[in-house]
């Protein structure tokens, strides 16, 4: 079966060496469950990110027409712990770019 054919997603070049080398097998699904769980960390870390943006987006507008220091002290804070998340996301992807790619033909 190709991958057209059905819905496994593993190459044949891929298949060919788990076959020919099965105790790589473990490592691989090690990486894999890693990458996966960086992954998922890294959406909730961005969709974290996104929400305190707009919260404080929301509360510094709001001070613009309705005057209040607390507020706005409130948002700036909140826009900062947003950026500072969004650090920790960006630091992640990076980490994760570094990695030599899978599947390079030569």
Known sequence: MTQEEGSCNVSQSELLERLNNPENLNRMLREDRKERNILYLRNILNGT????????????????????????????????AAVLIKMVEATLRMSSMLQRPKNIKH
């Open 49 to 80: 990110f996104i929400l305190l943006a707009c919260v404080a987006m929301g509360l510094i507008a709001y001070t613009w027409y309705h005057p209040s220091p607390s507020l706005k002290t409130w948002g700036i804070g909140i826009a900062i």
